[in-house]
Structure formats: C-alpha cells, structure tokens
T-cell receptor, first 111, second 119 residues
Framework: GQQLNQSPQSMFIQEGEDVSMNCTSSSIFNTWLWYKQDPGEGPVLLIALYKAGELTSNGRLTAQFGITRKDSFLNISASIPSDVGIYFCAGISSNTGKLIFGQGTTLQVKP | EAGVAQSPRYKIIEKRQSVAFWCNPISGHATLYWYQQILGQGPKLLIQFQNNGVVDDSQLPKDRFSAERLKGVDSTLKIQPAKLEDSAVYLC?????????????????FGSGTRLTVV
C-alpha cells in the first residue's frame, strides 16, 4: 500500500535550535498536512499545503509542498520547550483520496 | 465551538471480551472518521462516514470490528471479541466535507481518543 516515510524518527535538541523534518513517498499526493500530537491527545493540525511548490508559515513553523508532489518538509525555528511532542505528516493520495499518516517524528527539547 | 467528544478515555479489558467506544463530532460536521493508532505509529483509518452512510471501510477488520452512525451525528465503534493486538488509541475525527474534495478549510478535528488495553 501507499506509505509515507517520515524522518528522522526522533530528535533531541537544545532550546533555541532550529529543527527540520521531512516526509517522502513514491506516490503523488494532492495535499500535505502537518500535525502535532501531545501525550494523551489527538493530533492537532499545524499547517496545510495544497499546491506543489507552496511554502507556508505559521508562526515559527514553515512547511513546503515538494515540486514533485511526493515530499514535504517542516521547519521549526528557535525551538522552545512546548514544541515537545510527536509531529506527523499526512498526505491525501491523488489516487484514492484517502488521508495517510507518516510514522511520526518525536521531538524533545532540552531547556 | 465544542470539539470532538470521545468516551471513555481509557478502557482495560481481557482478550475475547467486547468493548464499545463513543464519538460525538463537531456540530454540523457531515464526515466522521475512526482511526486506530498503535503505539509508535501514525493513525490508520478504519472507517469513514458521510452523514449516516459508510464511505470507506476497506481497512476495518469486519470479522470483529463494527461501527455505526445511525442518525448521522454520533457514532459507536465496537470490537467483539477483542484480541491483544487491538491494544491502541482509537481516535475519532470529523470534518465539514470529505477530504477527497478540494477545499481551503478542512475543519478536520480529532478527539482526544480512547486508549484501549487488551490483557
């Protein structure tokens, strides 16, 4: 089946550092979404990307929809302790219209 | 607006027992989804409803899982009988429109989930 390969699997960084994570697939997606999940909670949408090449920001977060429509990245600038959590990429398949999630990137921030 | 409500938050059962989860979506959201999230993995879609009709249940293990949304509002997901590998968080989500359509505002919101432990 279709899969999203998300990397890195986990990151441990110092407060104030910038963070980058990405998602790749062998399939084409119409939409890319980035979610954050805190312990004991459901995923919360951070950024949605609708067009190839699109670059979108939300505060300290920036995400891009790859030109090939097969990848996306998320950057977090000047990380703070509350950025801790699991970040998921998700894509809407151009073939099936289904929303598929990556495996997640666990982010830990050291104060 | 109120979010997606799920209950219970936690459930521990023995294998071969039955269990049911409840979800009340955001008012006015026509589309409702049930996802299974196994520890360390991303959510996996089990079933999608549009109003009270099933749109996609291709990944629902129908020999033991069932779901209904009789009045097109709240929904229940049942497992009977449960297996050890069913231990997971079961997330409910709702949206204004189906994600298969073009839209600039998905209004796609997850509940806090029900954590199921099968022992």
């Amino acid at each position: 089946g279709q899969q999203l390969n998300q990397s890195p699997q986990s990151m441990f960084i110092q407060e104030g550092e910038d963070v980058s994570m990405n998602c790749t697939s062998s399939s084409i997606f119409n939409t890319w979404l980035w979610y954050k999940q805190d312990p004991g909670e459901g995923p919360v949408l951070l950024i949605a990307l609708y067009k190839a090449g699109e670059l979108t920001s939300n505060g300290r977060l920036t995400a891009q929809f790859g030109i090939t429509r097969k990848d996306s990245f998320l950057n977090i600038s000047a990380s703070i302790p509350s950025d801790v959590g699991i970040y998921f990429c998700a894509g809407i398949s151009s073939n099936t219209g289904k929303l598929i999630f990556g495996q997640g990137t666990t982010l830990q921030v050291k104060p | 607006e109120a979010g997606v409500a799920q209950s219970p938050r936690y459930k521990i059962i023995e294998k071969r027992q039955s269990v049911a989860f409840w979800c009340n979506p955001i008012s006015g959201h026509a589309t409702l989804y049930w996802y299974q999230q196994i520890l360390g993995q991303g959510p996996k879609l089990l079933i999608q409803f549009q109003n009270n009709g099933v749109v996609d249940d291709s990944q629902l293990p129908k020999d033991r899982f069932s779901a209904e949304r009789l009045k097109g509002v709240d929904s229940t997901l049942k497992i009977q009988p449960a297996k050890l590998e069913d231990s997971a968080v079961y997330l409910c989500a709702s949206s204004l429109v189906s994600l298969g359509r073009e839209t600039t505002n998905y209004g796609y919101t997850f509940g806090s989930g029900t954590r199921l432990t099968v022992v």
